[in-house]
């Protein structure tokens, strides 16, 4: 198998959801040899379903696995099978406004190999959900602390590809948050301890006299796709959009904050805490920039309005 897009993957099938069977000797069992994805897909009001953008989702796999040493489904191949399983569950995607249905790519080396090295065979699973909108009344802003134990990721290692060991090990650092009431915990880089890297499954946005600014993509932090239709938007609606080192100061005397991930879609922070101080954004952290994004987004994604940037996807029924 090579590294990288490779058309070999089998055709595949459509089956009930249930457990799946991998050698205890599996790549990715041992060596954490697996990558995932997650997009949605939305109903239109006229009942028809819309991917948002699955072709970058399958880009992003295949950027991946070349940092993974994995083979991956071509675009075609990623995009063709979320179509098929979309539409295999299309009774599960929920009416316009009441949510969307999740869906979650996982490729994994699923063949035995016992020494270090790549597995010999590799699996591609979707499997799906229908989740409900992640706020129940609009935007309803959360509560992060910047942490300062751990880190997300280093310079030269895997922060910046989807692969599921880089979940497994932030897990500690936001049980904690969690347990003393934080919604999130907010990572700096490893080298300086003063850069704004990402939350745990969302990317970073600090608003200050309508110039909105974002962590650059080095490769320590996912290149969110939430992220990037989010500028696309902003700079569409002639804001100026920097991406570049936020410092950690910069939340101090910033007018709004927010996160965007395909999960939380566009979320407001109502308050960051730093080094025991707590700082509180106006408005309980709803601002207008944030607002306005989260409208414009969702407004293409739901296809309440014309898709002029070719962002979705809609599934022939
Ligand atoms: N950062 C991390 C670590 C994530 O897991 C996610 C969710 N995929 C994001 C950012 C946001 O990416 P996206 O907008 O593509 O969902």
């Known amino acids: ?24 000797s599996a790549g990715v069992l041992n060596y954490g040899q697996g990558l995932f994805e997650g997009l949605k897909a939305y109903r239109k009001t006229d009942g028809s379903i819309l991917l948002f953008r699955p072709e970058e989702n399958a880009t992003r796999m295949i950027t991946g696995a070349e940092r993974m040493c ?20 299309k009774r599960w995607v929920p009416p316009t406004g009441k949510g969307s249905l999740y869906i979650r790519p996982l490729l994994m080396g699923s063949g035995a190999v016992l020494g270090l090295a790549p597995a010999p065979e590799y699996t591609f699973i979707i499997f799906v959900s229908p989740v409900g909108n992640y706020f129940k009344e609009g935007l309803s802003p959360i509560n992060l602390i910047v942490e300062d134990k751990f880190h997300r990721a280093s310079p030269g290692g895997t922060g910046g590809v989807k692969t599921i060991g880089n979940y497994a090990s932030v897990l500690k650092a ?43 993509i080095k490769g320590t932090i996912l ?47 109502g ?3 730093y080094m025991g ?16 994004l989260y409208k414009s987004l969702t407004s293409f994604q739901m296809g309440l309005v014309e898709d002029c940037m070719g962002w979705t996807v809609q599934l022939n029924q």
Do not use: W
């Open 223 to 269: 290149p969110g796709i939430t992220r990037k239709s989010i500028i696309e938007v902003a700079q569409s609606k002639g804001f100026k959009v920097e991406e570049r080192l936020v410092s950690v100061d910069e939340l101090l005397d910033a007018d709004e904050v927010f996160c965007t991930g395909t999960a939380v879609v566009v979320s407001p922070v």
């Open 277 to 292: 101080e707590r700082v509180e954004y106006g408005n309980q952290g709803v601002g207008v920039v944030s607002q306005q």
């Open 174 to 216: 936001q049980k904690i948050a969690k347990g003393k009431g934080y919604s999130d915990v907010l990572y700096l880089d490893a080298v300086h301890d003063k850069y704004l890297e990402e939350v745990s499954s969302c990317n970073i946005f600090v608003v200050k006299d309508n110039v909105i600014s974002t962590p650059a």
């Open 271 to 273: 308050s960051i805490t």
């Open 1 to 24: 198998a090579k590294c990288g897009p490779d058309g070999n993957f089998s055709k595949g099938e459509v089956r009930p959801f249930g457990p799946i069977a991998v050698s205890p």
């Open 70 to 89: 994995m083979p991956a489904p071509t675009v075609e191949q990623f995009v063709d099978a979320v179509k098929k399983t979309v539409l295999a569950n």
